[in-house]
């Protein structure tokens, strides 16, 4: 896993087929590549012929995009960062959001690739990865695809947490001939591998603290360098979703979005582009919902918004669209008319007002179940925002939910 263009198939082309040419495309790497190797857990141990399934996310530009349901058998992840390219280090939130969706994931190694490139070129120091893999209780590798640099070590590595700890990643057929037997005929090589893991672990050195197979223990507090490090990470997080969002957005300045399963984040003072980007939907016959702080009559006169319902976020209107600022009916509201409609696109003008009329964090929960409902269910959602109204911390939490773009 990791943000596009990181090296994420190419460290899989060299460690599978020991190549780095163009010769094997993406698509096919997406699907499944098998790497049968001969593994040795432990020094003096037994050798064993393992088969690796390994799965490549692809053409993915961002975590969101990643369909979890596909991931709900993987046992291990490569999460792997580019040393030229800063914000693919701060992204690794972002990824580690959707690894914690995994439900039987035990195994993670962070990666940083791309050690063929020259100093003058790298954004990210070793110390940066080891930081975060700390926090993670794991383990951090360099790693270049283009010379094969690391390659072995690190796929080894999340092998041996796998097998350690008996997962399905890792399928063992058996010791390997020129490995010999150790133990009875009778033994197998579960046994036998179980046996030595034994062994191994009488003579080797306590796990850190807190340290569970890789897995992240959340009751640990932020040490020091690893807040420094989120603070990092959110510093740079306006930088990185700013960049992605110049995808959206013309020559003119004008925005232009995509329909299916995304909501969009749309920085500007007044949201006079983002209702004109909720009308260019709308022109391609998705049925609209705008929900808004404007008065609806100023909404109609302004933009070309047809017949769409226009309902108005107030504390004391009666009328029947009028919609109350209590988050749990706006957010039944938005549900029912998500469930009643083929392909609903729905605008939110007024995220500011509601932050006043509750509170941040209440709004920011808001956001996340209605964001989660939208991907489900393939909708759209577009909540044009003034970033000043927020502080930084605040403003990156809601950035990370949606994508953002700024015209």
Known sequence: MGDYGVGKTSLIKRFVFNDFGESITSRIIARESLKYMQFTPHAGGNTFNVRLSINDVGNVRHPREVDTLDLTDVDG???????????SFVSYDDWVDVIKEMPKLNAIAIIGNKTDTSMKEHELEESDLESYATSLKTAAFLTSAKTGEGVE?????????????DVGIVRVIGPSQAAGSAGSAQETSRERYARERE?????APAPPSGTAGGRVDETQ??????????????KHM???????????????GEVHLKYGGYSYLIKEERPEKSFRAFCELLEDEHEGLCIARQYPDEIRENFEIGETPIYWLTRSGTDKTHLSVNLSRLSSF?????DENRSPVLMLEGLEYLIIQNDFMSVLKFIQLANEYIRMKRACLVVPFNPDVLGERDLSLLEREMVVIKP
């Open 77 to 87: 992840i490569l999460l792997v960062a580019d040393l030229t390219n800063q914000d």
């Open 153 to 165: 070590e690190v796929f080894s590595s999340v092998v041996r947490q796998c097998m350690e700890l």
């Open 199 to 203: 062994q191994y672990r009488d003579r």
């Open 221 to 234: 507090a932020l040490s020091p360098a690893q807040r420094a490090l989120r603070d990092m990470r959110m």
């Open 238 to 252: 306006h930088k990185r979703t700013e960049t992605r969002a110049k995808e959206y957005v013309d020559n003119y």
């Open 334 to 338: 938005i549900k029912r008319f998500i």
